[in-house]
């Protein structure tokens, strides 16, 4: 895995990117693209694995697939991932693009949704949203190729409007947005993480590990990051830059 501090912007972003970047918020802290096409290029690595991570963006993005109902696995394409920040106060949203028929895929919503879930609708666009203990989860199927999800309706609201061009959206944001043109293209998956210094503040290691102080270390002395991920039959190519 290659690492570089320097940001070498491609010329062009692939077509789901440019419209992923137009509905996810300007100030996220954290964004990723999983491509799971490209991630099954490698036999030994099952991408819907790693959906049960037991973190809160991985919780959101279960709950859109246990309820959606087509085959992930099949119909999946690309999907876009935005946090506030990496904790359980992140506020994810997402973006996902599939194959899917949308009149069949809402009637088996209509007809499976959880009870759980109430429905709200918002400029001819349903919204579904379930609340449990102080967490809100809302989704809703924005056009023929795209769903949309998020840690509460009113989020879900601001996409759907970013879709029609209202509201500042993450491609407003520059410096992120150089991050991702560095890294998107032609990438199976790539992640991008602003002001982890910031976030790490004065915030010390424990251990006893030396290795785990020299992490910390250089935790601290980095801005930003992205990572580019490859995947290839036997394995992966990476790409890491940091920003100090």
Same mark, same amino acid.
């Given at each position: 895995?290659?690492?570089?501090?320097?940001?070498? *912007?491609? $010329? &062009?972003?692939?077509?789901?990117?440019? !419209?992923?970047?137009?509905?996810?918020?300007? =100030?996220?802290? /954290? #964004?990723?693209?999983?491509?799971?096409?490209?991630?099954?290029?490698?036999?030994?690595?099952?991408?819907?694995?790693?959906?049960?991570?037991?973190?809160?963006?991985?919780?959101?993005?279960?709950?859109?697939?246990?309820?959606?109902?087509?085959?992930?696995?099949?119909?999946?394409?690309?999907?876009?991932?935005?946090?506030?920040?990496?904790?359980?106060?992140?506020?994810?949203?997402?973006? *996902?693009? $599939? &194959?899917?028929?949308?009149?069949?895929? !809402?009637?088996?919503?209509?007809?499976?949704? =959880?009870?759980? /879930? #109430?429905?709200?609708?918002?400029?001819?666009?349903?919204?579904?949203?379930?609340?449990?203990?102080?967490?809100?989860?809302?989704?809703?199927?924005?056009?023929?190729?795209?769903?949309?999800?998020?840690?509460?309706?009113?989020?879900?609201?601001?996409?759907?409007?970013?879709?029609?061009?209202?509201?500042?959206?993450?491609?407003?944001?520059?410096?992120?947005?150089?991050?991702?043109?560095?890294?998107?293209?032609?990438?199976?998956?790539?992640?991008?993480?602003?002001?982890?210094?910031?976030?790490?503040?004065?915030?010390?290691?424990?251990?006893?590990?030396?290795?785990?102080?020299?992490?910390?270390?250089?935790?601290?002395?980095?801005?930003?990051?992205?990572?580019?991920?490859?995947?290839?039959?036997?394995?992966?190519?990476?790409?890491?830059?940091?920003?100090?």
């Amino acid at each position: 895995m290659g690492c570089e501090n320097q940001i070498e *912007a491609p $010329a &062009t972003m692939t077509l789901q990117t440019r !419209s992923a970047v137009e509905v996810l918020p300007m =100030d996220a802290q /954290f #964004v990723g693209m999983v491509n799971m096409e490209a991630m099954k290029k490698n036999t030994a690595f099952n991408p819907f694995e790693t959906m049960d991570a037991g973190n809160e963006i991985s919780a959101r993005i279960n709950d859109f697939i246990e309820t959606t109902g087509f085959n992930p696995e099949e119909d999946l394409g690309e999907i876009y991932v935005a946090a506030s920040d990496l904790d359980e106060n992140a506020k994810p949203s997402f973006v *996902a693009y $599939a &194959t899917f028929d949308q009149d069949r895929l !809402s009637t088996y919503i209509e007809q499976n949704l =959880d009870d759980r /879930f #109430v429905r709200t609708d918002y400029q001819g666009i349903t919204i579904y949203k379930a609340q449990e203990d102080d967490k809100e989860f809302a989704f809703a199927v924005a056009n023929g190729n795209m769903i949309v999800g998020a840690a509460g309706a009113e989020t879900v609201e601001d996409m759907l409007d970013r879709i029609n061009d209202k509201g500042a959206s993450l491609s407003d944001n520059a410096e992120t947005m150089a991050l991702i043109k560095a890294t998107s293209n032609g990438s199976s998956a790539w992640f991008v993480m602003r002001d982890i210094a910031d976030k790490l503040g004065t915030a010390s290691y424990e251990g006893d590990d030396p290795m785990g102080r020299q992490a910390e270390q250089v935790g601290k002395a980095i801005q930003d990051m992205a990572i580019a991920i490859t995947m290839k039959q036997d394995g992966a190519d990476g790409r890491v830059i940091m920003q100090t």
